[in-house]
Structures are given as structure tokens and as C-alpha cells.
């Protein structure tokens, strides 16, 4: 229990907080630079895969050698290039640009010979790294192309495909290409390919996004404009993942006992002691803008360590909406 | 270089450039914003250059959002922040659409060239397509500003991003696009007979990723971009030359987090690899200073009620946590600073109040720079 955010809001009653979040087909994690976004989506990964969910986790990569934040978690330097174990039970792979525009251009240009002198032709493959969009939309196509994967049962190969989102700009950017491409392009194979994938992530049974933040000022306000902005791309949103709150030791008589030594002589403590006051404040202020639920990950000892981040979600707590406002959808 | 150790109080008065990369959410915004402002009270003319800010800074500075051109910031915040003429500080808050526009503008050679761009409706979708664009528009707007010489020194704060260096990788890619003519090969041919072919090759392929009738709009759109395209691509060049001279330097905003720091290090091989002058680490939300703080004397802890008493325990785990977290903080600034080798520093900037970035906190931020 996270003490201090408040005591009755205690765990519904049932199976863990992440429940929803296992169901999609793919779950977009996003959410500003340093709020643990890749460790967040590794212990889902990790839950999922403790779940029995086939489950595979990704990264939008310009080079399979980049150095990889998610990796790190699973205690490697990078990603493979295509889907390959990283753990027991959990696949990773790199989502990268160019090998979807290839699959895209295999999978239209049906002749051997076009697709060939398409892919080995240097002006194409100039055009296509340099376009903005061209880039968004490899990435698409790669993530189309595993939704796709079938196994031998008819069964999706991937269950459960989770992606460490990049930073806000770049969300959007790839939540929003489908309507904006269209608009373009409302005919042909790309139209298709960017109604298929439609179909998925504007699909909130299939696809959610979850926003990673932290219980502080700036955090929150971005993490608001986030959310603003899924909605406007047509973005199912899962909610918010609220990560390393605070833990209040203190009674509210301790609070008051205490309060006059922090302020006069500002000791040292005093940080660990004012936190929390901040992050009620912030949580407060977040719930009262949004209807989506706030799950809280409570600060551990050891930040960031992804395994006990996914103990802690399985009994993580969500704060309740306001009564007069309804019930957490 | 001399081959004196490198201070940051030096940079700001010396270079013309200074160019602040780092992962998201370390604060590159503000230690920005706070370069600037010590640039300017010692006495040069300033602009800080940042795209997709927080609202907070703009605020904090008096400035609007997204402007088409650079502003000053009010008068009697430059005064009250000890800013007297000959020194200024402009601010620019850029919108990479505004800037892309504005680029087509001064490109194109007839108005009508360039109402044909802008009004084309591809570049209006893919222009409004923000990433991409931003690195594009910000090296351009960075090139502009430093040719034109108003300015003495130009802050530029990074477009976040993962990789904080793409803004350089971005305009190289663009140019990549017009060496080689590669753009030709997708234009009708009318020269030799291999070429004719080779094109329509590529018509074919075309036609059949984008359909008939677009790939139609998609070649006449790129006729039309070409020559804008090789404008850019010269000025790409130049500025690579110049962001690679003495008169730059390329400071990594970090902080403590583990995977912060690893991304801070993969940016300074990155410089290096690039052949750009990398001349330190801002340490950002270090919590060194807190090895000076103190436990509340005997008589204070007397004076607390005896309801109040057990939470003295807890606030002193709370203390030791505290003081274990300086002394690592400590420990990694040291480290920054070997790393950092002969031609960079490392400096500790402390964790700066809850959501105080206000005028007096950024000039308190600004003093610890220029005296580092």
C-alpha cells in the first residue's frame, strides 16, 4: 500500500491492475523522457509473460546497433533486428523503419524483378530515409507485419505486442499517420495497409496506450497534453501508469509534530519528508482532469528494478474517481 | 583550443554557438535557458533558440509561443535579470512549420515558386508532420541566425528526441537525398535511352506502391522541391563545417539517472565519432549539495511534542537515504569529470525546487554556470 495517497483507496477486489492491459493486441507505453517508461514496459512484459501471454516487446530503432534503454532491463546492450528471445517466455525485437519499407515494397511490387530493382535502387532508398513520413511509415508496416504473423494453429504468433514509445512527438506523430496519410494517399496498397493497421489501433478492444508519468509539476502538466493528444489522433487510451510515488511513512500527527523543524531548519530528510505532500497534490490534480484510471507504482528502494516493478503492478492500487463523476471505466 | 582546462563561465563568453543535447526530462530546456541568461549578464547579445518548449519557460521569459521570427525578452525582465544594453536576450520558441514555410520562402526564386510549394498539398501535410521536420527546421534557423551575425552567441536547446543528435543526422540524411541526383532518377527522363528506362523502372514502381494518380502528384511535387532541396543541401554542408569549428561547443545535459547518464555517454562518442567539438557535462538535479546539509540539533528534536516523537525515526532513515544519495552524486560527478578528459568539463547543477522556474531561479542557475 502506498501510504498517504489515500487509505481507502485500496485495490479492487479481483484480478491484478493490469488486467486490461494484457487483453490488447498492442499496447503502446509512452510518456516523457525520465519517468521510467522502458522500465515500466519491461515489467509488463515480464507480467504478461508470467501470465502465460505470448508476448513481444519492441523499440523504434534507426539501427539495429543503437544503444537501447529497453534492453537494458533484460540485461543486454540492444534489441535484436527481428523477433528473438530475451528472456524466458519474452521476444524482443527492434521496430525499424527500413526493413518495413522493405516488406512493404516485397509485399506490393508482386513481380521479382521490380521489387529487386526497387530495393537495390540507391535514389529509392535515399527517398524513403529521408521523407519524414516514409520513416513513420516503415515502422507501421513492420508492427502491421507482426500483428499479422499467424502460427501453424491459426493462432497469433504474437499475443500481446508492447512498444516502448519514444518521446511524445514521435507518439503522435505515429498514432496520427493513419488519418494523415490517408488523406494523401486514399487509394492504393498504402491506403490499405494504413486501414489495416486502423483497424487494429483505433480498435480500443485490440490496441490502448498507457502513459508513463511521475507525481511532479511539469511531469503531469505533459502528461495531460499527452493524453489530449492520443484523444485527438483517435488513440484508445488504457490510462495512466504512475510510477515511482512516493511513500509516506508519516501519521498525520507526525506531519504536524514535525513540520516547524523541516521548515526552520531544512535538515537533511526534509526532501524525503516534503514529497509526498507534492505528489498527493499532483495525483489530486491529474484526477480531477481525467476520467481515464490513474494506476500508482509505489518508489522502491532499488528505482527502476523492472522485476519488483511487476510485483508491485499486480497489487498496485488505483485512485477512484471522484463519486459525482462516475465509476473507473 | 588552449590547452587550458575548459570552463563552461568560459564558453559562455566565448563561443558563438553552444549547442545542448540530452535525453528527455533532464532539464536541457532550462539549463538552456539559464546559459543564455549568464551569456547575456556578462555582457553579449543572446538568443535562445528552442522548439516544442514548455509553456513554463516561455512564461518564465515573457515571451510568446511560436513567433515567426526571434523576440526580445521584455525590458524589465532583461533589467530586473541585470541585462544592460549593449547585452540583450532574444528568445525564439520556434514552430518548425512557421520555420519550414519561411525556408521555402527565402529558397524559391519567384513568389509564385513559392506559393506553388506551399500551396501544394503535399508539403501541407507532410510539413505539419512534426517529427522530422524539427531537426530540419532547427539547423536551418540555426544556420540563418549565426550567417546574419546579430547575435554574439546562440543557445541552441536540442529537439528531444532519443537520439539527441539527430538533428545533425536528419539535414545529412536530406542532403544525402539531392548528392548523387538521386532525386533525378524520379523524374521524366527525355537525355539518353538507359536513363529513359531506368525511369520508368522507377514510374512502374512507383505507380504501384502509391497508385497511378499519386505517384503522378509525388513526381510533380518533387520537380517542383528539387531545387529547394539543393539550396538546403549547401547550406547543410556549411553548417556541418561550422558546427564542427572552434567557435561551437557541444555540452551533454545529464543527471543522475542511470539510463540518462548511459545515453549522456553514447551522445559524447557520438560527438567525438562526428568530429564535433563536445566540451562537457551539465549534471543536472544533482543532490551533492545536500552532503552540507545537517541533522536537526538536540534541542530542536526536544522541542518536537511527544505525539510527534516516533516520526523522528522515520525522517532519519529518510536522512540517511538522503546523504547516501549525495555522496553517490558526488562520486558521479567526479567520474563525469575524468570521462569528460582534456578538452570538456563536468559540472553539478542541484535539483532546483519543485516547478520553480521562474526569473530568480534560472539567474541563480546562470551564476552557478558562468562561475563553473
Known sequence: MVRGVRSSWGPRAGSHQLD?????????????????????????????????????????????????????????????????????????????????????LKSVLRSGTLARAALSSDALRRLLSAGPSFKEMGVFFQLLTYLREKRSDGQPTHQLILIDMPATGHTLSLTGLPELLLRLVPRGPIAAALREGQSYLNDPTLASAYVVAIAETLPVSECLELLEGLRKTGMPTGGVLMNRVPV????????????????????????????????????????????????????????????????????AEKVPLPQTQGRVA | MTTDTVRIGDLIR???VIVCCGAGGVGKTTTAAALSLAAARA????????????????????????????????????????????????????????????????????????????????????????????????????????TEGRYDLVVLDTPPSRHALDFLEAPKRLAGLVEGRAIQAFLPKRDSLVARAASKVIEKILSAVFGEEFAQELVSFMMTFSGIFSALNVDVNAMRRFLSGPDVAFLLVTSPAASTLAEAHFFQDKTKEL????????????????????????????????????????????????????????????????????????MAVPELPQGADDMITLITVADALAAA
Not at chain 1, 52 to 62: A, F, N, P, Q, T
Not at chain 1, 282 to 299: F, G, S
Not at chain 2, 48 to 62: F, M, Q, W
Not at chain 2, 324 to 332: H, I, K, P, Q, S
Request: proline share 7%; aromatic share 4%.
Open chain 2, 43 to 146: 555582457g553579449r547579445r543572446v538568443l535562445v533558440l528552442t522548439i516544442d518548449p514548455s509553456k513554463r519557460l516561455a512564461e518564465t521569459l515573457g515571451v510568446s509561443r511560436n513567433p515567426p521570427t526571434p523576440v526580445a525578452v521584455p525590458a524589465d525582465r532583461q533589467a530586473a535579470a541585470g541585462i544592460s544594453a549593449p547585452a540583450s536576450l532574444d528568445a525564439w520558441m520556434l514552430d518548425p512549420k512557421l520555420v519550414a514555410d519561411e525556408s521555402v520562402r527565402r529558397l524559391t526564386k519567384t513568389p509564385e515558386d513559392a506559393q506553388r510549394v506551399l500551396g501544394n498539398r503535399i508539403y501541407q501535410q507532410v510539413s505539419a508532420m512534426v517529427a522530422g521536420m524539427h531537426e530540419y527546421t532547427a539547423m536551418e534557423a540555426l544556420h540563418r541566425l549565426v
Open chain 2, 14 to 16: 566565448t563561443r558563438r
Open chain 2, 275 to 346: 568530429g564535433l567539438p563536445f566540451r562537457g557535462f551539465v549534471l543536472n538535479r544533482s543532490r551533492a549539495r545536500n552532503t552540507s546539509k545537517r541533522w536537526p540539533d538536540e534541542e530542536s528534536l526536544d522541542q518536537i511534542s511527544p505525539e510527534g516523537k516516533s516520526g523522528i525515526p522515520k525522517l532519519q532513515s529518510f536522512a540517511h537515504a538522503e546523504l547516501e544519495a549525495a555522496r553517490r552524486d558526488l562520486g558521479l560527478l567526479t567520474e563525469l569529470q575524468q570521462r569528460a578528459g582534456q578538452n570538456a568539463t563536468a
Open chain 1, 20 to 104: 486490461e492491459l494484457l487483453k490488447k493486441r498492442v499496447v503502446l507505453i509512452t510518456g516523457k523522457g525520465g519517468v521510467g517508461r522502458s522500465s515500466v514496459t519491461a515489467a509488463a512484459a515480464t507480467l504478461a509473460q508470467r501470465q502465460g501471454v505470448r508476448v513481444l516487446v519492441c523499440e523504434i530503432g534507426d539501427d539495429p546497433a543503437d544503444y537501447s534503454p529497453l534492453a537494458r532491463h533484460f540485461g543486454r546492450e540492444r534489441l535484436p533486428a527481428s523477433p528473438a528471445p530475451i528472456a524466458a517466455g519474452i521476444l524482443g525485437a527492434l521496430l525499424l523503419a527500413r526493413s518495413g519499407q522493405e516488406l512493404f
Open chain 1, 248 to 315: 509516506d511513512p508519516f501519521t498525520a500527527t507526525e506531519r504536524v509534530a514535525l513540520e516547524e523543524v523541516i521548515e526552520r531548519v531544512n535538515p537533511l530528510g526534509a526532501e524525503g519528508f516534503l514529497k509526498p505532500v507534492l505528489a498527493r497534490r499532483e495525483i489530486a490534480r491529474l484526477r480531477a482532469n481525467t476520467m481515464l484510471p490513474i494506476t500508482l507504482i509505489p518508489e522502491m528502494p532499488q528505482s527502476g528494478l523492472m522485476r519488483s516493478i511487476a510485483d508491485v503492478l499486480l497489487t
